[in-house]
T-cell receptor, first 115, second 109 residues
Framework: ETGVTQSPTHLIKTRGQQVTLRCSSQ?????VSWYQQALGQGPQFIFQ???????GRGNFPPRFSGLQFPNYSSELNVNALELDDSALYLC??????????????FGQGTRLTVV | AQRVTQPEKLLSVFKGAPVELKCNYS??????LFWYVQYSRQRLQLLLR??SRESIKGFTADLNKGETSFHLKKPFAQEEDSAMYYC???????????FGGGTRVLVKP
């Protein structure tokens, strides 16, 4: 059984650019959630994908978008990068069905620096 | 909207001493509460959830709905407990984890 993997581990982008972060969910998991963790703060929910559709969104602008693929892997896209987007981006996978959610397993994160 | 507050940024205790990490939440319904832990250079992982009522690595947490608290306790701290701890909640029938700001625990020898 493989765990949640994220790529790349580190990334430096210039303000105004676009970035794509990738996440492979744990085997057997059908749900992927993305979180932003600024330095010294707890993770903040960006959005969740279930069966390739967005299934809940946090307080983030539309320039944060995502995709989930048939193999349940996922991408997080951020357009028009701002300096405040510098953070650790975490992906978590779980199994969802009805009202039941299993434990969320986290990846190691992608550290994004916007300069 | 739900909110999780961890009032202590840093807790420093000696090995063998008790440790208690405070967590207060605001949510009008019946949430599910969790404690997550991040050891140095490791990923965030689940420590315990209130519905399981388990003791994990000697840690316990009791949900107090009257005080809207979910404090994490361990009677005898060990050096390997040094880590970052996050309290989190999911609303009833919800899907998003709301995290507190985290408490760093340092257990001194």
């Amino acid at each position: 059984e493989t765990g949640v993997t994220q790529s790349p581990t580190h990334l430096i982008k210039t303000r105004g650019q676009q970035v794509t972060l990738r996440c492979s969910s744990q085997s057997g998991h059908n749900t992927v959630s993305w979180y932003q963790q600024a330095l010294g703060q707890g993770p903040q929910f960006i959005f969740q994908y279930y069966r390739e559709e967005e299934n809940g969104r946090g307080n983030f602008p539309p320039r944060f978008s995502g995709l989930q693929f048939p193999n349940y892997s996922s991408e997080l896209n951020v357009n028009a990068l701002e300096l405040d987007d510098s953070a650790l981006y975490l992906c978590a996978s779980s199994v969802s069905g009805g009202y039941s959610n299993t434990e969320a397993f986290f990846g190691q994160g992608t550290r994004l620096t916007v300069v | 909207a739900q909110r999780v507050t961890q009032p202590e940024k840093l807790l420093s205790v000696f090995k063998g001493a008790p440790v208690e990490l405070k967590c207060n939440y605001s949510y009008s319904g019946s949430p599910e509460l969790f404690w997550y832990v991040q050891y140095s250079r490791q990923r965030l992982q689940l420590l315990l959830r209130h519905i399981s009522r388990e003791s994990i690595k000697g840690f316990t947490a009791d949900l107090n709905k009257g005080e809207t608290s979910f404090h994490l306790k361990k009677p005898f701290a060990q050096e390997e407990d040094s880590a970052m701890y996050y309290c989190a909640l999911i609303p009833a029938a919800g899907n998003k984890l709301t995290f507190g700001g985290g408490t760093r625990v340092l257990v001194k020898p």
